[in-house]
T-cell receptor, first 114, second 112 residues
Framework: DTAVSQTPKYLVTQMGNDKSIKCEQNLGHDTMYWYKQDSKKFLKIMFSYNNKELIINETVPNRFSPKSPDKAHLNLHINSLELGDSAVYFC?????????????FGDGTRLSIL | SQQGEEDPQALSIQEGENATMNCSYKTSINNLQWYRQNSGRGLVHLILIRSNEREKHSGRLRVTLDTSKKSSSLLITASRAADTASYFCATGLMNRDDKIIFGKGTRLHILP
């Protein structure tokens, strides 16, 4: 069983569209994250949630709206997609909020904006 | 500015040789982690070293931490083709315990 799974794996869409990415973890973890990895492989945190509560919102445009219906799920909705949103988006989870615990990553969603 | 910077950016070695990657950071840390990313996959946690530790081993991996120089190294001994991947360090900051900051990674290529 995949520990952290994201869907879809690939997303190709036009500029201006709205799209969602879903993430689920079956590890029983309390904390989940969204990261953005650009074309140079730089990985930057976007959001973190702990037990459905927003903890980190790392100066992300408000076109990005995360939603955590329960602690096993963290979805990401993006409005009015722009060319600069093209990247790989990773979901991750960890047992708790403190940073001395390993994070478990999904395999990413590659978003391409035409 | 970047907290963690890996060096070198890319490394190619023959199978069986040892691979060493370095990570330097700017501000004081609680801990430092190393992750591996295979092409098209998510990151996989390798090892965590705390600020009061100097060295840690896990199988063929050896990590050192020098807080006075604000640097860490990851050594992979007896490299294998399956070690081909990107390797990232990630720092947990002393004054911020809710997130880790990733470096840009070292791309390691093991030649057969």
């Amino acid at each position: 069983d995949t520990a952290v799974s994201q869907t879809p794996k690939y997303l190709v869409t036009q500029m201006g569209n709205d799209k969602s990415i879903k993430c689920e973890q079956n590890l029983g973890h309390d904390t989940m994250y969204w990261y953005k990895q650009d074309s140079k492989k730089f990985l930057k945190i976007m959001f973190s949630y702990n037990n459905k509560e927003l903890i980190i919102n790392e100066t992300v445009p408000n076109r990005f709206s995360p939603k955590s219906p329960d602690k096993a799920h963290l979805n990401l909705h993006i409005n009015s997609l722009e060319l600069g949103d093209s990247a790989v988006y990773f979901c991750a989870s960890s047992p708790g909020l403190t940073v001395d615990q390993p994070q478990h990553f999904g395999d990413g969603t590659r978003l391409s904006i035409l | 500015s970047q907290q963690g910077e890996e060096d070198p950016q890319a490394l190619s070695i023959q199978e069986g040789e040892n691979a060493t990657m370095n990570c330097s950071y700017k501000t004081s840390i609680n801990n430092l982690q190393w992750y591996r990313q295979n092409s098209g996959r998510g990151l996989v946690h390798l090892i965590l070293i705390r600020s009061n530790e100097r060295e840690k081993h896990s199988g063929r991996l050896r990590v050192t931490l020098d807080t006075s120089k604000k640097s860490s190294s990851l050594l992979i001994t007896a490299s294998r083709a399956a070690d081909t991947a990107s390797y990232f360090c990630a720092t947990g900051l002393m004054n911020r315990d809710d997130k880790i900051i990733f470096g840009k990674g070292t791309r390691l290529h093991i030649l057969p």
